[in-house]
């Protein structure tokens, strides 16, 4: 459409005409991007959606990209400690949904971590899911899923020896710990008025080029189209992915 436009005479149109036009196109051309997330309350763990939804709009807003929960499952059977050895069970689990969603386990605890993100093959395809603990900091979601969206790359300067977070305390892929800086409202988020959790240019355009296939995922209202027939064969063939990936985040 814009390549008609800009083919097209519009000097007949009057001034706020051609503005307006030229308003509603650019609007069209930088387009939302929405993922849909599936969180499982596993066992015990406590139930921090509705938080962790806001900051991830929040921290994504820099790049027009927002978030959509499903309604909430729960499992007694998935253990409440993650045996971040063993993820497989997660990835094989009847909870576990089909891309373009991406799967959110809450559980109870993770050993050595408050959140991670991975990736393993499962009747040859590959497959991804984040999970976040009790002990989770604001940004731990969106930090999870920055993970899986970038796959797996830090997609700017790496922090020192490792390849899928960045040198940046403010950068939103910095590892956690003590050396992220940590927003405790959503006023510190980049964008928001404040400086944490920013991802650089390089970032968003990797993001974008959607290499795990999450991003453009349809509504929530019409996600039920993507259990049948071929649009699911068509959308995990656009998917390219890492194989075998995870990351274990403080
Ligand atoms: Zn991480």
């Known amino acids: 459409m814009l390549f008609l436009v800009r083919n097209c005479n519009l000097r007949f149109l009057p001034g706020p005409a051609r503005a307006g036009l030229f308003l509603l196109l650019a609007s069209a051309a930088v387009r939302a991007e929405t993922v849909i997330l599936q969180p499982v309350i596993v066992d015990s763990a406590f139930d921090h959606t509705a938080s962790d939804l806001v900051f991830a709009d929040a921290i994504f807003a820099q790049m027009s990209l927002d978030f959509e929960m499903l309604p909430e499952l729960t499992s007694s059977t998935l253990p409440a400690t993650m045996d971040t050895s063993n993820l497989g069970v997660y990835l094989t689990d009847s909870t576990w949904q089909l891309a373009p969603v991406l799967t959110v386990w809450y559980v109870p605890n993770i050993t050595g971590a408050r959140g991670i993100s991975f990736g393993g093959t499962v009747n040859s395809t590959v497959s991804y899911g984040v999970a976040v603990d009790n002990v989770y900091a604001n940004d ?42 940590l927003p405790a409202s959503v006023s ?39 259990l049948s027939g071929t649009a699911l064969v068509l959308c995990f063939r656009r998917v390219r992915r890492r194989k075998n990936a995870r990351f274990k985040c403080v």
């Open 140 to 181: 731990t979601l969106a930090h999870e899923i920055g993970h899986v969206l970038l796959d797996f790359q830090c997609g700017t300067t790496c922090y020192p020896g490792d390849s899928a977070h960045a040198d940046d305390p403010n950068n939103l892929m910095a590892p956690g710990g003590t050396y992220r800086n």
């Open 188 to 226: 510190d988020v980049y964008g928001q008025g404040g400086t944490d959790d920013q991802l650089t240019a390089s970032q968003i355009s990797l993001i974008l080029q959607d290499q795990t296939g999450f991003l453009e995922g349809p509504e929530p209202v019409t996600a039920v189209s993507f």
